[in-house]
């Protein structure tokens, strides 16, 4: 009789086994399933967020070439002097004084007249639109160099005017800004 019971007793036991192995492995997976979904959810917030970057970049970029569109309508050491001033008539600036702040770096001149609105059409959806605006740095004299061959100048009475354009670019959501800045020079009389 001992015979036929210990086959009973050994079946019963592998049979909790394999309950307790099956509980692991779905266990197991549970925990795998939801790294991925949570993987997954990371991975979607970064695409969004470079893409809202994308965005604020391009509106910055199109600021900037409005600003330099402007630039190019200056003709005359006159048109400089009459739109750029200390306080920053229209986004236009006269350079900051040593010692103060960039007129860029102040977030109260980015509103109302301390700077001007991009007009170019991004196609895309932004929270706010691209705003820019323009420091006089300096006028520079031409000055003959006695060692080159031939004049790059025409006339030698031409002087350069160097602005500095600083762009702010917000993109889908308010969360993405990028502030884009280059020089500028044009020839003037």
Do not use: C
């Not at 309950?19 to 993987?39: A, H, N, W």
């Not at 190019?72 to 350079?95: H, K, M, R, T, Y």
């Amino acid at each position: 009789m001992k015979k036929t019971l210990t086959p009973l007793l050994s079946v019963r036991r592998e049979r909790g086994v394999a309950l307790f192995v099956s509980l692991v492995l779905l266990l197991v997976l549970t925990i795998i399933g939801v790294s991925s979904v949570q993987t997954t959810s990371l991975e979607t917030r970064m695409a969004r967020n470079e893409h809202d970057s994308l965005l604020a970049f391009q509106a910055a970029e199109s600021a900037l070439r409005d600003a330099e569109g402007w630039l190019q309508n200056i003709n005359s050491a006159d048109d400089i002097n009459v739109n750029f001033s200390p306080g920053g008539n229209n986004g236009l600036w006269e350079l900051a004084p040593s010692g103060q702040p960039d007129h860029w770096a102040l977030q109260a001149n980015w509103g109302g007249g301390g700077s001007v609105v991009a007009n170019t059409a991004l196609g895309v959806p932004v929270a706010q639109p691209p705003r820019y605006m323009i420091e006089h740095l300096a006028n520079i004299k031409f000055v003959e160099n006695p060692y080159q061959i031939q004049s790059d100048y025409p006339d030698p009475n031409d002087r350069i005017a160097m602005f500095r354009i600083t762009a702010l670019g917000v993109g889908g959501s308010g969360n993405a800004q990028v502030m884009l800045q280059s020089t500028f020079g044009r020839l003037i009389d």
